[in-house]
């Protein structure tokens, strides 16, 4: 796929977004921001017991009831927000795909199966076609999705089911402390969600505090290639408008694809060459590791690789717009890029 083809459904996708519904998304990235902006200051309640009625991150309206005991949650990324906001026991049930296509390993680590106490029986089957009927079985009251799931999918099961679903896909990384709120809002745990936030804002504000000190040092920051799958043809990464991107800039870093013109492009390997990246980063779990990555075009021709600036990371860190990115994945990034520049 060159960067301005629309993607086809042989191209890998980043665990945050769908191949299935990549035009439509491309078409509403310029205003998620804003919606998502928006969703905490749009919600409006009917007193204490009555329904919410929200703005979701795709400028969806959604009528939800309070604090729902029964719950569909269709991404890896709501599910790490529900958990960490003690929400675990409403949900009923995850995205999963068919067993032929890795079942619950195909979205969820072993370690986020373990720490989450998921199970197969929780599987909802999004993948390589959506099962509704697993999903109407655990009478959810309340289904929160991103756009893993197709934005056709998800108005079926709004119009013909009339079961409310809310769409969390943050665009950027201070979109995930919105939808933190957002979540502490539906269940009325505000304060769990401050708390959380609070936590974030500390990474955030460590992050700022390295680029603060680079820009006034005039330290030019280093180019970075972050990658989550290659192929014969080239390396697949982020690009304006995508979550990886604001990942990759708050770390102070420039990726060579900020000049692409979608936001999940694959990149040539004559492209990355040309480009040489002083960094090159990329996602690992998942059935990939180094030699997944070393027969993807021009590897061992790049510096990065030469060098030993060639690093694997936890694919969870960088594909998955959550509260674990910024904990984790964001100061992941920050000490490797700058491993000497005080906070």
Do not use: K
């Not at 993607?7 to 919606?35: D, Y």
């Not at 604090?67 to 890896?76: K, M």
């Not at 108005?155 to 933190?180: C, F, H, K, R, W």
């Not at 510096?303 to 936890?314: K, L, R």
């Amino acid at each position: 796929m060159s960067l301005n083809a629309t993607p086809s459904v042989s191209a890998p996708r980043p665990r945050g977004i769908s191949l299935t519904v990549f035009v439509i998304a491309l078409l509403v990235v310029g205003g998620v921001a804003v919606a998502a902006t928006a969703a905490v200051y749009a919600i409006q309640g009917s007193g204490p017991s009555g329904p919410l009625t929200l703005t979701d991150d795709l400028g969806r309206t959604v009528s939800v009831p309070r604090d729902p005991a029964r719950v569909v949650v269709l991404s890896p990324s709501i599910m790490d927000s529900m958990y960490r906001l003690g929400l675990r026991s409403h949900v009923v049930g995850v995205d999963c795909y068919a067993v032929s296509f890795g079942g619950l390993t195909a979205d969820y680590s072993p370690d986020q199966v373990a720490l989450w106490n998921l199970s197969q029986s929780m599987c909802i089957q999004i993948g390589p076609t959506f099962d509704v009927e697993s999903l109407l079985n655990d009478t959810p009251q309340l289904v929160l999705a991103s756009t893993i799931v197709s934005v056709a999918d998800v108005e079926t099961i709004s119009a013909t089911y009339n079961i409310p679903v809310v769409m969390l896909q943050p665009p950027t990384l201070s979109g995930i402390e919105v939808d933190v709120a957002l979540l502490g809002e539906i269940f009325g745990v505000s304060g769990a969600a401050t708390a959380l936030n609070n936590e974030l804002q500390v990474e955030l504000a460590d992050a700022a505090a390295v680029q603060t000190n680079l820009t006034d040092a005039g330290t030019p920051f280093p180019t970075v290639l972050v990658t989550y799958s290659t192929d014969i043809n080239g390396y697949w990464t982020y690009g304006p408008g995508s979550f990886g991107e604001s990942l990759i800039e708050l770390a102070s870093s420039s990726s060579i694809s900020a000049n692409a013109t979608i936001p999940y492009p694959e990149l040539s390997g004559e492209l990355v060459l040309v480009a040489n990246p002083t960094f090159l980063v990329y996602g690992t779990g998942f059935g990939l590791d180094e030699s997944s990555y070393s027969s993807a075009p021009f590897w061992a021709d790049l510096s990065a690789t030469q060098d030993g600036m060639a690093v694997g990371m936890n694919s969870n860190w960088l594909t998955e717009p959550d509260p674990t990115m910024i904990l984790a994945g964001l100061p992941a990034l920050v000490t490797l890029f700058h491993p000497d520049v005080p906070v």
